[in-house]
């Protein structure tokens, strides 16, 4: 779960901005948003609004980098990522490092873990064990460049040992090389790294989920849950069902997808490249093929739909729309926010899905026990519903000074719980609305 979110000289965020799970205890409003089954109340969700280009995205961006350099140790090397490309770019000479820190819970323990980072060396990267505003917090480990500290006395080998890791690895974290080579022995690193690894994903504009298909095969619950939503928004689809067949089937039936297939098989599971992989039509997912015990399994999504005359047909996922398809990409989240302490970040959750449809959807994330948190960006001004979507402390807004980000919550104005927020947000009364000009001759 999320506490809080630091970021600072990172994109279009040069000064420190700070995100927060945090609720307001006045507020009395939606009070099932509200978790209150730990050491510290968080949000259940949280919305970003503001302009194209003020920031949204960013933030969320800075979520991910921690992200993936907290849990894949070739992140900075395999990636496309360069700390000069990432770094706040609209002044002159900047040398400062880009500073990301953020702060969570995961079975039972409160975490800090922070980064900074410069073009040359990971400046300083630590873990803590917060004290949540009561206490001081605890060092797990502190790096500095290529000096490591930790809370607990280590011998002169591990020392060395630590040393030579980091010298081997500059750009790594401590956090995932610990994971390949578990040198610091220490309970708590280990579960700051499964909160990374398990707990925490981010999911951008242009998403999908390359496991989709595989996913609704192997988890019998997600597809119940995906049914239930998907009979009952609207969508004209009566159920969903998951196609399996080997590939030798497929040769008498369609020998040119057999043919496709095989040339994939042959280049990514029999060279031990991958244990699966997934064929597109249309950027949506056609088929997935898995290696099950030594034999390639296709699968692919069936939509059972009515058709004329109460004809039941059934198509494929690359024959549905756009909407449908980043539908059925929320869908896992969704089913994990449900039924796991997990939090996910989804940048515009409405891209290409109707305003109605998306009010219906987070309606009944709304209305659900959940024991994760979604925060997500979005332009619809229809989501802003303190009666029945979002609290005024789940709405934060960004905008953009001089090219500077900055970003703040909606519970900072004070607002009745009878005030109608979308009026007040399109009325300019938070800020966070695009200025302009008269575009006649």
């Known amino acids: ?22 609720p307001n205890p006045k507020r009395t409003t939606l009070d099932h948003h ?3 089954n730990m050491d510290v109340p968080l949000l259940k969700q949280a919305a970003l609004y503001g302009p194209n280009a003020s920031g949204k995205s960013n933030l969320l961006k800075a979520a991910d980098f921690i992200l993936n350099f907290a849990y894949n140790e070739n992140f900075l090397d395999i990636s496309d990522t360069k700390i000069k490309d990432v770094k706040f770019a609209l002044i002159e000479n900047n040398n400062n490092p880009i500073y990301i820190s953020i702060e969570f819970f995961i079975e039972g323990n409160y975490f800090i873990y922070e980064i900074e980072i410069n073009n040359s060396s990971v400046e300083k990267e630590a873990l803590y064990i917060s004290g949540i505003g009561n206490n001081d917090n605890k060092v797990v480990f502190e790096r500095c460049k290529k000096e490591i500290t930790t809370g607990t006395k280590i011998n002169k080998d591990i020392k060395e040992a630590v040393d030579k890791m980091i010298t081997d690895n500059p750009f790594s974290s401590i956090l995932s090389l610990n994971n390949r080579f578990p040198i610091i022995k220490n309970e708590k690193a280990k579960l700051a790294y499964k909160w990374f690894s398990e707990k925490m994903d981010v999911l951008p504009l242009n998403r999908d989920v390359p496991r989709l298909v595989n996913l609704f095969a192997e988890n019998h619950e997600m597809l119940i849950f995906a049914n239930h939503l998907i009979s009952n928004i609207g969508l004209g689809v009566d159920a969903i069902e998951v196609e399996e067949k080997n590939i030798i089937d497929l040769l008498n039936e369609n020998s040119e997808l057999y043919e496709e297939i095989s040339g994939y098989y042959n280049e990514k599971i029999k060279t031990g490249k991958a244990d699966g992989f997934s064929i597109t039509r249309d950027k949506k997912i056609f088929i997935s093929v898995e290696k099950i015990d030594d034999e390639p399994i296709v699968r692919r999504l069936l939509f059972r739909q009515l058709g004329l005359d109460n004809y039941v047909g059934k198509l494929g996922l690359h024959e549905q729309s756009d909407g449908t398809a980043q539908l059925l990409d929320l869908i896992p989240a969704l089913y994990y926010i449900v039924n796991e302490p997990c939090v996910y970040f989804i940048d515009e959750i409405e891209h290409s899905i109707h305003p109605t449809l998306a009010f219906a959807l987070l309606k009944y ?6 024991k994760g948190q979604l925060i997500y960006t979005t332009h619809q001004t229809k989501l802003m519903d303190q009666k029945e979507l979002l609290r005024p402390d789940e709405i934060w807004i960004t905008e953009k000074h001089q090219g500077n980000s900055v970003l703040y919550s909606l519970n900072d104005f004070k607002e009745h719980n009878s005030i109608n927020l979308e009026n007040g947000y399109l009325d300019g009364r938070y800020g966070g609305i695009p200025e302009i000009e008269d575009l006649g001759s």
């Open 1 to 22: 779960m999320l506490l809080k979110l630091k970021v600072k000289n990172f994109l279009s965020f040069y000064e420190e901005v700070v995100f927060d799970m945090f």
């Open 365 to 370: 994330l709304s209305n659900t026990t959940t």
């Open 34 to 36: 509200v978790y209150t």
